[in-house]
C-alpha cells in the first residue's frame, strides 16, 4: 500500500515548483542567500536568481526575505525592484512584472490555483508601483495591468471567485473559477480598495481608498463606495 505521506509530499511540492528537482534547487538557493542584507545581498540574488526564472528575466533588485515560488514562470524586466517580506506565488499561470515596476513591503503576487491555466496570470506594464501589503491574485481569467498605474497599500484585486449554488456541497467543496481583470493605464487605485473579478478600469481614472469596485469604470472618472458609483469625470 502506498505510504499517503509520499502523496501528499509531492503535492506540496507542485504548489511551490514545476517539479521535484526545480524545487529543491529554487528553495536551496534562496535559503542560502535571501536573508543576506543590503546591497551585498541584493548583487548576490540578482546573478543567482536570473538563471532560475523565466527565460528573459532581467537583473532584479530583490531585497532580504522575498519568498519566491514557480520561478521559472515569473518573469521580471529591466529595474524591478521587489521589496522586504514580498511573496511572488506563480504556477503555469504565468507572472510577468514590468519595467521599473515597483514592489512593495508585504505584497503577495499570486498566479497559483489548483486549476490554474496557462496565459491567465498577472502582466503589468512599465513603471507600476504595487503598494505595501497588496494582494493581486489570478490563476485563471488573467489579470493585466497597464503602464504607468499606482496601487495603494493593502489594496485587493482578484480574478478569484467560488460558486456558492450547490448547497449540497461544503464552501470549500465548490467550483472555483476566475473572470479577467483589465487596469488601463495611468490609473491611480487608493489604499484598501477591493477590485473583483470581470471587471474593467478605463485608463486615466481614480478608484477612491475603500472602494469595492463589482463593475466596470469608464476611462477618465473618480469612483468611489461600495459599490463604486461615479464620483466624477476627470478633465481631458
Not at 116 to 135: F, P, V, Y
Not at 200 to 216: F, L
Amino acid at each position: 500500500m502506498q505510504d499517503p505521506s509520499v502523496g501528499l509530499g509531492l503535492k506540496y511540492i507542485q504548489t511551490r515548483a514545476s517539479g521535484a528537482r526545480r524545487y529543491l534547487l529554487e528553495r536551496g538557493i534562496q535559503l542560502l542567500c535571501s536573508w543576506v542584507p543590503g546591497p551585498v545581498g541584493l548583487v548576490i540574488r540578482a546573478l543567482l536568481y536570473r538563471p532560475l526564472l523565466h527565460r528573459g528575466s532581467k537583473l532584479g533588485f530583490i531585497e532580504s526575505n522575498v519568498d519566491l515560488l514557480y520561478m521559472d514562470s515569473i518573469l521580471l524586466h529591466n529595474g524591478v525592484y521587489i521589496d522586504k517580506y514580498c511573496r511572488i506565488h506563480a504556477s503555469k499561470a504565468e507572472i510577468v512584472l514590468g519595467r521599473n515596476n515597483r514592489v512593495m513591503k508585504g505584497a503577495y503576487v499570486c498566479s497559483y490555483v489548483s486549476n490554474a491555466r496557462k496565459g491567465e496570470g498577472i502582466t503589468t506594464g512599465s513603471g507600476c508601483w504595487i503598494g505595501i501589503n497588496t494582494h493581486l491574485q489570478s490563476g485563471q481569467g488573467g489579470l493585466t495591468i497597464g503602464k504607468n498605474v499606482l496601487i495603494g497599500p493593502n489594496t485587493s484585486i482578484s480574478t478569484g471567485n467560488h460558486d456558492y449554488e450547490k448547497t449540497h456541497l461544503s464552501a470549500i467543496e465548490q467550483e472555483f473559477y476566475g473572470e479577467p481583470i483589465h487596469i488601463g493605464d495611468n490609473v491611480w487605485i487608493g489604499s484598501n480598495a477591493v477590485i473583483l473579478g470581470g471587471v474593467t478600469i478605463g485608463e486615466h481614472s481614480v478608484v477612491a481608498a475603500g472602494a469595492v469596485v463589482s463593475s466596470d469604470v469608464a476611462p477618465y472618472t473618480v469612483v468611489g463606495g461600495i459599490p463604486a458609483k461615479k464620483i466624477r469625470d476627470i478633465q481631458r
